[in-house]
């Protein structure tokens, strides 16, 4: 497969398995400074070299917690993205918490809302404007304690307001990179359908899908097909559907986009996994592993909060999958040939 993307900056090279910092930002509860810097550093140690984060992730702890790490880095050695179109901005009378201190929150207070165990010290503010998505990368900036990311993302265009996002934020990406303030640009989204307008739209060097090209379900619009014609990259996420697939033995009370999975899916998780085992295969390896079969895909980004997990993914990457195991589940109609 080819892990490279190739812009009007250059081309950057982001390996089959990156690093997807969400967890880091406390995503569903809150892990120590000192374990998130841990789990960083063994991403490196792994040899991912592709890391991605976002204001949202913990109102920034996510960006701070990153940036700590690899500030200590070869700058030219890591390809970093960031997201625009959500700012973060400050609550009255609030204090912050997260990086410095090694529970990773502050005491007391309101928090966070939005699924990241975290003090609430800010608000999010839609702003897909020219003007704020600028001032989102100057903040990102700040928090990273770097001096450039790599690739910027309009995120969840799908979430908030496609059309906008596909009317001032595109462009708005367009201009930063041609201005070489950013080297690539792309969206995040969780819709194949959402993507496939965004790419329809704009010169984009990158996708991030979430969830829906996976080992459990596959695009019903032909957004891969079009990214491979048109040259954008896709960056997969979600490989493990929310957790459906993130174990070979599927439990009746997996998740499946955040919430409980459908009795049907469990079925098909547990069908995918007995195929599986029959090659002495298991189910994450397989998932992990089959968001790289599409040639439009450039790289596979997992989440992790530990050590442990960074070394599991790497070694389910890392592991010999039998092409018989690709025609079986070919054969039987659960994956495309």
């Not at 307008?197 to 695009?219: I, K």
């Not at 079969?293 to 070394?311: F, Y």
């Amino acid at each position: 497969m080819n892990t490279e993307i190739t812009s009007g900056a250059g081309t950057l090279t982001l390996g089959r398995l990156g690093f997807g910092a969400a967890g880091i930002g406390n995503l569903y509860r809150a892990i120590p400074d000192s374990r998130a810097t841990a789990t960083v550093e063994a991403a490196w140690d792994a040899g991912i070299r592709y890391f991605d984060t976002a204001p949202h992730y913990g109102l920034g702890l996510s960006e701070r917690r990153l940036g700590s790490v690899l500030m200590g880095k070869p700058r030219q050695e890591f390809v970093l993205s960031t997201k625009v179109g959500r700012l973060l901005s400050p609550k009255q009378g609030v204090l912050m918490g997260g990086a410095g201190k090694d529970d990773g929150v502050a005491p007391g207070g309101p928090r966070d809302t939005e699924g990241f165990d975290v003090p609430a010290t800010s608000r999010r503010v839609w702003d897909f404007s020219g003007q704020g998505i600028r001032q989102s990368i100057e903040e990102s900036l700040e928090r990273l304690g770097l001096d450039h990311v790599d690739i910027a993302y309009l995120h969840d265009p799908d979430v908030h307001d496609l059309a906008g996002g596909i009317r001032d934020g595109l462009p708005a990406l367009e201009k930063l990179r041609a201005e070489g303030l950013v080297r690539a640009i792309g969206v995040g989204v969780n819709s194949a359908e959402a993507a496939l307008e965004c790419v329809e739209a704009a010169d984009l060097d990158l996708v991030m899908l979430a969830g829906r090209y996976t080992l459990l379900e596959q695009p019903r619009v032909p957004l891969l097909e079009r990214c491979l014609e048109k040259g954008t990259g896709v960056v997969n996420v979600g490989a493990y559907n929310s957790g459906l697939l993130a174990r070979h033995d599927v439990s009746d009370d997996a998740h499946y986009n955040y919430g409980q999975a459908p009795s049907a899916l469990l079925e098909r998780a547990r069908r995918l996994a007995a195929i599986c085992g029959s090659f002495g295969v298991e189910l994450p390896t397989a998932a992990l592993q089959f968001g790289l079969r599409h040639p439009a895909v450039v790289n596979v980004t997992v989440g992790a909060t530990s050590p442990e997990q960074v070394r599991v993914n790497a070694g389910r990457m890392a592991e010999e999958i039998p092409a018989e195991l690709w025609n079986e589940l070919s054969r039987q109609g659960l994956i495309p040939s």
